[in-house]
């Protein structure tokens, strides 16, 4: 992949930058560490099996899903938690690009059919470099739910064990359904990219569509919309001001940047530091009085950095009015977010307040 080798011009590591193998990277202590640690990666990866990509109506499940993650974590005496970076497998029921699965085939095809040719000299094979590759993976990086795109990988090596249910005729049908209707519903209904939905805004004319599509600010983009909110307070302001915006690095940007892209206001996304110069900013925005980033990890007064397992993996900058108002700014006005509530529940919204600061 060529991001190998923007890593290697940005960072000088194929991997990426310091920072980001110190959060995704498996560290240890002990040998019984390691151990205990791949163990509970590969069971965390071993749940990608059963998804339910699409199918939102298996949401109802997540207390039974919840539950059954814990008691086998709690059955073995490994805290799930332990050695992450706080995540945990969680029902996956709809189609986000990033997290996207198996689907039913997952357990209802791959799983059955692994099983069955376990003792099968023929496709044994493929079913030990599958699992070799998992647990590889399990031992080098810890457990992420974007992950899934690696171990999709893996299952391409599965594919020949398919051939085996074609002897069963209605089973044969089955698989072949299902596997029309993801090729049909996935690329129609991703959530970042409803396909139906935005076509049919092609009525309203390209120029309005491209507007509005790339501002997020319709009810079928089923995202969080604190950057929506966030651009209309902005609007709110006077035109041609330079501003400066501390976001988390977690916010999707890109309806507020479109501002700069118009030419209607001059933003720049910062990372907070000590001594940095705003005298060339009129009004200044920051969220929850706090900013997370990545990358950048410099310890100063109002910034202190992020430990996982002893490790640097962030920064998280303390932001107030009272700091501001020595350098020249004033509160000009704090609005709220509130959170989908489903959308919360999952983990992809969270309620927010936002300050905006005017230069005295």
Same mark, same amino acid.
């Given at each position: 992949?060529?991001?190998?080798?923007?890593?290697?011009?940005?960072?000088?590591?194929?991997?990426?930058?310091?920072?980001?193998?110190?959060?995704?990277?498996?560290?240890?202590?002990?040998?019984?560490?390691?151990?205990?640690?791949?163990?509970?990666?590969?069971?965390?990866?071993?749940?990608?099996?059963?998804?339910?990509?699409?199918?939102?109506?298996?949401?109802?499940?997540?207390?039974?899903?919840?539950?059954?993650?814990?008691?086998?974590?709690?059955?073995?005496?490994?805290?799930?938690?332990?050695?992450?970076?706080?995540?945990?497998?969680?029902?996956?029921?709809?189609?986000?690009?990033?997290?996207?699965?198996?689907? &039913?085939?997952?357990?209802?095809?791959? $799983?059955?059919? !692994?099983? /069955?040719?376990? =003792?099968? *000299? @023929? +496709?044994?094979?493929?079913?030990?470099?599958?699992?070799?590759?998992?647990?590889?993976?399990?031992?080098?990086?810890?457990?992420?739910?974007?992950?899934?795109?690696?171990?999709?990988?893996? &299952?391409?090596?599965?594919?020949?064990? $398919?051939?085996? !249910?074609? /002897?069963?005729? =209605?089973? *044969? @049908? +089955?698989?072949?359904?299902?596997?029309?209707?993801?090729?049909?519903?996935?690329?129609?209904?991703?959530?970042?990219?409803?396909?139906?939905?935005?076509?049919?805004?092609?009525?309203?004319?390209?120029?309005?569509?491209?507007?509005?599509?790339?501002?997020?600010?319709?009810?079928?983009?089923?995202?969080?919309?604190?950057?929506?909110?966030?651009?209309?307070?902005?609007?709110?302001?006077?035109?041609?001001?330079?501003?400066?915006?501390?976001?988390?690095?977690?916010?999707?940007?890109?309806?507020?940047?479109?501002?700069?892209?118009?030419?209607?206001?001059?933003?720049?996304?910062?990372?907070?530091?000590?001594?940095?110069?705003?005298?060339?900013?009129?009004?200044?925005?920051?969220?929850?009085?706090?900013?997370?980033?990545?990358?950048?990890?410099?310890?100063?007064?109002?910034?202190?950095?992020?430990?996982?397992?002893?490790?640097?993996?962030?920064?998280?900058?303390?932001?107030?009015?009272?700091?501001?108002?020595?350098?020249?700014?004033?509160?000009?006005?704090?609005?709220?977010?509130?959170?989908?509530?489903?959308?919360?529940?999952?983990?992809?919204?969270?309620?927010?307040?936002?300050?905006?600061?005017?230069?005295?």
């Amino acid at each position: 992949s060529y991001n190998y080798i923007l890593n290697f011009i940005n960072y000088g590591n194929f991997l990426g930058s310091e920072w980001t193998i110190n959060e995704h990277g498996l560290f240890y202590n002990n040998p019984i560490e390691f151990i205990k640690s791949v163990f509970s990666n590969l069971i965390k990866y071993a749940f990608y099996i059963f998804d339910f990509s699409g199918l939102n109506i298996f949401c109802l499940l997540d207390p039974i899903y919840d539950n059954f993650v814990q008691n086998l974590f709690n059955f073995i005496h490994i805290n799930p938690y332990f050695n992450s970076n706080g995540e945990i497998p969680r029902l996956n029921t709809g189609l986000v690009e990033q997290t996207v699965g198996f689907g &039913v085939l997952g357990f209802l095809v791959l $799983l059955p059919l !692994s099983i /069955k040719n376990l =003792f099968n *000299k @023929k +496709f044994l094979p493929f079913i030990l470099i599958f699992i070799s590759q998992t647990i590889l993976l399990s031992a080098v990086i810890i457990y992420f739910p974007t992950s899934i795109r690696f171990f999709i990988g893996f &299952v391409v090596i599965l594919i020949p064990i $398919l051939s085996t !249910s074609f /002897k069963y005729g =209605f089973y *044969k @049908k +089955f698989i072949c359904l299902l596997c029309l209707f993801y090729f049909i519903y996935t690329p129609l209904f991703l959530i970042q990219r409803p396909y139906i939905a935005i076509m049919g805004k092609f009525k309203d004319g390209y120029k309005t569509m491209t507007d509005e599509i790339r501002n997020l600010d319709y009810e079928f983009y089923f995202i969080s919309k604190k950057t929506v909110l966030l651009k209309k307070e902005i609007e709110k302001l006077e035109k041609n001001k330079k501003i400066a915006v501390f976001l988390s690095e977690n916010n999707m940007i890109y309806p507020i940047k479109y501002l700069d892209y118009e030419k209607k206001y001059d933003i720049d996304f910062l990372s907070f530091k000590d001594k940095m110069d705003l005298s060339k900013y009129d009004y200044i925005i920051y969220e929850n009085n706090m900013q997370k980033v990545s990358s950048d990890v410099n310890e100063d007064e109002y910034c202190k950095a992020l430990y996982l397992n002893n490790r640097k993996i962030a920064k998280l900058c303390f932001l107030n009015e009272e700091n501001f108002k020595k350098r020249g700014f004033m509160l000009y006005n704090k609005v709220y977010y509130k959170a989908d509530k489903f959308l919360e529940t999952k983990g992809s919204d969270s309620n927010s307040t936002y300050f905006t600061l005017k230069r005295m």
